[in-house]
């Protein structure tokens, strides 16, 4: 198993442009979540979906920040327009709720917004 | 809502010696427990997790960590670190279905293994 995959690993970008960062889940999974971390704030939920539909977006930051899931091997989260405060390592997990299971993180993404 | 706390931003431990990690909730139900583990530039790697029975938990790496519901406690730990344990560790918290709802974490625990 190839585990989640993001991408891509490390971005730098100029304040006002627009970020899309992408998670492929681990095949057979129906949940995955995009987390925020900073050393400020930690390790933060952004927002989750269960078979591809959002539940809970209550911790994306503002309308800046968006989240889709076309499919159930494909992720995106957008942030247009970036901002200097959005720089943060972006991670994806993914899991088989309902089994017992729990949350596989993918590599991250670094991102720097200067 | 829940909450993890770790009271410990950074331990310093000599290689051979015993570790402990710890690790306080807040939660007002049955919570599911996890340690996370993240070396530099990497991802999370789950640890040990406790969904219910036993309250003493064993995990990868050597590592246990007990539940005790009195003290809303989840410490982690480990008899005898080697200095590829160095990394930063995370407790976390979930309300529902093995965190099927997302996952609280701690701020986390930086260790450092002195030769």
Redesign the interface.
Known sequence: DAG?IQSPRHEVTEMGQEVTLRCKPISGHN?L?WYRQTMMR????LI?F?NNVP??DS?MPEDRFSAKMPNASFSTLKIQPSEPRDSAVY?C?S?L??A?????????TRLTVL | AQSVTQPDIHITVSEGASLELRCNYSYGATPYL?W?VQSPG?????LL?Y?SGDTLVQGIKGFEAEFKRSQSSFNLRKPSVHWSDAAEY?CAVGAT????????????THLIIQP
Do not use: C, H, R, W
Request: aromatic residues 20%.
């Open positions: 989640v949940s979540f930690g390790l933060e939920l989750y269960n539940i809970d911790g991670f997990a899991m709720a309902g017992a299971d729990t949350q596989y993180f993918g590599p991250g | 996890f996370y990497q991802g999370l790697q789950l997790k969904f995370f279905g093995g965190g099927a709802d997302g996952l609280t974490f701690g701020k986390g």
